[in-house]
């Protein structure tokens, strides 16, 4: 079975991973959410569609109704690095709700899927958290759920090598809603070229990474299929 192994930076069979992204507990049939969705314009966007872009003026949070979105940040020479996938039941474009200044979008996000979103302005934001207070809390539980993600990405870009990476990305894609239960484990569909955008190494290197996996009998790769053995 796959696993991370944070004693080193190969792989072991003694530390299976979690759910990364965990689904968000909260469901629509909630008096809070059933207030936000009635305050909301539902918009809908085909996939590889971008819904916010860096720089964009923050206004807006939003809340996921179906699909899945991709979080990501590119420097000047255009170079990305996927920050997070986020499903239904998630909220994005929260975080300058709670800051004093109103500085411009720092990340993109795209559609993944083809995707329905509900989409509230800040200012009738804070007119409905007024009258149902669970709404901030839900939206505070996942920013604090995000910071703990982003505290294991950085742990992960410090003290794993890249072999370590690839095998925890595989591992956190086989918990997302598009992966597929296989007779062997869990099957997922996703680019050399997207697994390193999410690592931060080539696609290459990549390619390298699950050479030695299929080697070990980790994984079996087909194009962008993969087989993680042993996950549920």
């Not at 839900?138 to 505290?151: D, G, I, P, Y």
Request: with cysteine; charged share 25%; proline share 5%.
């Amino acid at each position: 079975m796959l696993a991370v192994n944070t004693q080193s930076s190969g792989l072991a069979a003694n530390r299976p991973l979690g759910n990364p992204f965990p689904q968000d507990p909260n469901a629509p049939e909630s008096p809070h959410l059933d207030a936000f969705l009635s305050a909301a314009h539902r918009r809908k966007y085909p996939a590889k569609s971008t819904l916010i872009y860096a720089g964009d003026k923050s206004d807006s949070i939003y809340f996921i109704l179906k699909g899945s979105v991709t979080v990501l940040v590119e420097d000047e020479s255009g170079r990305e690095i996927i920050v997070a996938y986020l499903n239904k039941g998630d909220f994005f474009g929260e975080m300058p709700l709670f800051l004093d200044d109103n500085d411009p979008r720092t990340a993109w996000v795209k559609a993944k899927t083809e995707c329905e979103v509900a989409e509230l302005s800040y200012a009738k934001f804070r007119e409905v958290a007024h009258k149902h207070t669970e709404l901030i809390y839900a939206v505070s539980n996942q920013m604090a759920e995000r910071l703990r993600r982003t505290t294991q990405k950085v742990s992960d870009l410090a003290f794993l090598d890249v072999t370590g990476r690839v095998a925890r990305t595989l591992l956190d894609l086989t918990k997302q809603p598009d992966a597929m239960t296989h007779p062997d484990g869990m099957q997922i569909k996703i680019t050399r070229q997207e697994i390193g955008r999410i690592v931060g190494c080539s696609r290459e290197m990549v390619g390298r990474v699950l050479k030695t996996l299929v080697e070990q009998g980790l994984v079996s790769v087909k194009g962008k299929t993969m087989v993680v053995y042993g996950t549920r």
